[in-house]
């Protein structure tokens, strides 16, 4: 990889050591759907908020970059307010159904529990949410979703995980967390603060990316910098990403995605109130309340969800087929056979009910070498399902992936 563009020369070598501290960052994978590759391209959220712009010594893009990967925050606790905005149609709720249907594809535990958090935090994928986060070091965690009249929270302690839906009074419970590396409470596919969706857009940055300094901003309550990655790449669907860090820590406090069209940001993600102070211990314990459904859930002593153990067994997505990907940085495109001819009907719907008429209702019908198909558009990724099965699919416009099918690769 050629070396971050910045406001001062640095040596690729520098660079090269930046990112071998990354690596030790939690790495996620959300299952592959239309809305899944959504969920693991975009990142982040809208203009930042604060009571004017802090003055603080200057900085380069690179010592931001090292500031981020050198930040060891190991205790705290703060609130997250996330907002996505795929453009997705909000017929009655459909766009969260849809988000949280095609994330959790293939994604509950043992027993189809409502508190299993491979498919119960993957809402966060679609509308506005507030989330409580703490921490106490590398071995405890909590991560607590606040809807209107429930609530929803993932405890580590330990060797331990518990999560508890309050709506359905339902429980999940794993072991043997206490050999996980990521230090995180939440499933190792499922971001939720800025920091997870800060070391996504970093580790992917290469020669197709400029990344500078862009001032400076106050995020609840603290001085930060501001860190702005751009791609250099046209066709790419995604205009900016900034990155608001602690002055102090290095901590990602607030991540914003535009998309290229220009607009509101796709999706926000950052801290309304943070504190670095230990949390009490008491936020980590939890008891099943009388009466509550528990789930056993996989053991976690392998350090990894059941998607990413489907993969390295098989090689395959969770659809059980080989993937590829076409083209490089922000122009990637991913490339999946799901083993169906029938794929999503874009002829006549009549042979297929009303499901296949209203999904081809939200698409495009399109045709070309590779056949005939139908193009699913979001605010920042497009996807290509073509009647024989494959799915082209990307931070990418219409065109590149008609491009794509009809090269034939």
Same mark, same amino acid.
């Given at each position: 990889?050629?070396?971050?563009?910045?406001?001062?020369?640095?040596?690729?070598?520098?660079?090269?050591?930046?990112?071998?501290?990354?690596?030790?960052?939690?790495?996620?994978?959300?299952?592959?759907?239309?809305?899944?590759?959504?969920?693991?391209?975009?990142?982040?959220?809208?203009?930042?908020?604060?009571?004017?712009?802090?003055? %603080?010594?200057?900085?380069?893009?690179?010592?931001?970059?090292?500031?981020?990967?050198?930040?060891?925050?190991?205790?705290?606790?703060?609130?997250?307010?996330?907002?996505?905005?795929?453009?997705?149609?909000?017929?009655?709720?459909?766009?969260?159904?849809?988000?949280?249907?095609?994330?959790?594809?293939? $994604?509950?535990?043992?027993?189809?529990?409502?508190?299993?958090?491979?498919?119960?935090?993957?809402? %966060?994928?679609?509308?506005?949410?507030?989330?409580?986060?703490?921490?106490?070091?590398?071995?405890?965690?909590?991560?607590?979703?606040?809807?209107?009249?429930?609530?929803?929270?993932?405890?580590?302690?330990?060797?331990?995980?518990?999560?508890?839906?309050?709506?359905?009074?339902?429980?999940?419970?794993?072991?043997?967390?206490?050999?996980?590396?990521?230090?995180?409470?939440?499933?190792?596919?499922?971001?939720?603060?800025?920091?997870?969706?800060?070391?996504?857009?970093?580790?992917?940055?290469?020669?197709?990316?400029?990344?500078?300094?862009?001032?400076?901003?106050?995020?609840?309550?603290?001085?930060?910098?501001?860190? %702005?990655?751009?791609?250099?790449?046209?066709?790419?669907?995604?205009?900016?990403?900034?990155?608001?860090?602690?002055?102090?820590?290095?901590?990602?406090?607030?991540?914003?995605?535009?998309?290229?069209?220009?607009?509101?940001?796709?999706?926000?993600? $950052?801290?309304?109130?943070?504190?670095?102070?230990?949390?009490?211990?008491?936020?980590?314990?939890?008891?099943?309340?009388? $009466?509550?459904?528990?789930?056993?859930?996989d053991d976690l002593k392998a350090g990894k969800t059941g998607h990413e153990a489907q993969r390295e067994d098989t090689g395959k997505t969770p659809w059980g087929s080989a993937s590829k990907t076409l083209g490089e940085g922000w122009n990637a495109i991913y490339v999946f056979d799901t083993g169906s001819k029938g794929g999503v009907p874009s002829g006549s719907p009549s042979?297929?009910?009303?499901?296949?008429?209203?999904?081809?209702?939200?698409?495009?019908?399109?045709?070309?070498?590779?056949?005939?198909?139908?193009?699913?558009?979001?605010?920042?990724?497009?996807?290509?399902?073509?009647?024989?099965?494959?799915?082209?699919?990307?931070?990418?416009?219409?065109?590149?992936? %008609?491009?794509?099918?009809?090269?034939?690769?």
């Open positions: 990889m050629a070396p971050y563009e910045s406001d001062d020369s640095t040596p690729a070598g520098e660079v090269e050591d930046v990112r071998d501290g990354r690596r030790k960052a939690a790495r996620y994978v959300v299952p592959v759907t239309v809305v899944g590759v959504a969920a693991a391209t975009i990142g982040l959220v809208p203009a930042f908020a604060g009571s004017g712009d802090p003055d %603080l010594p200057k900085i380069s893009a690179q010592q931001l970059i090292e500031k981020i990967a050198k930040s060891d925050v190991q205790q705290m606790s703060g609130t997250v307010t996330i907002s996505t905005d795929l453009g997705l149609p909000n017929l009655g709720g459909l766009e969260g159904s849809l988000a949280s249907g095609a994330l959790s594809q293939g $994604g509950q535990g043992k027993g189809d529990s409502a508190a299993d958090p491979s498919s119960k935090l993957l809402e %966060l994928a679609s509308g506005t949410h507030t989330v409580r986060v703490a921490a106490d070091g590398q071995d405890k965690q909590k991560l607590s979703l606040i809807e209107k009249a429930a609530e929803y929270s993932v405890i580590r302690n330990g060797d331990q995980v518990w999560a508890y839906d309050s709506a359905s009074n339902q429980a999940y419970h794993a072991t043997g967390a206490g050999e996980h590396k990521s230090g995180e409470a939440a499933p190792k596919d499922v971001p939720a603060t800025p920091r997870d969706f800060a070391d996504q857009a970093l580790k992917a940055a290469d020669k197709t990316t400029s990344v500078t300094v862009d001032g400076t901003a106050q995020v609840a309550g603290r001085d930060a910098y501001k860190l %702005l990655v751009r791609p250099k790449q046209s066709g790419t669907t995604v205009g900016a990403i900034s990155i608001a860090v602690d002055a102090k820590t290095g901590l990602p406090l607030k991540f914003t995605l535009t998309p290229a069209k220009g607009g509101a940001a796709v999706l926000d993600v $950052g801290f309304t109130q943070v504190s670095f102070a230990k949390p009490a211990a008491s936020t980590f314990d939890f008891t099943p309340p009388k $009466g509550t459904k528990v789930a056993q859930g042979g297929d009910g009303a499901a296949s008429g209203f999904l081809n209702s939200l698409g495009d019908h399109v045709t070309g070498k590779f056949g005939s198909g139908t193009v699913f558009s979001t605010r920042l990724v497009n996807a290509l399902i073509t009647d024989d099965g494959k799915v082209y699919a990307g931070a990418v416009t219409k065109d590149a992936l %008609l491009k794509a099918a009809n090269a034939g690769k």
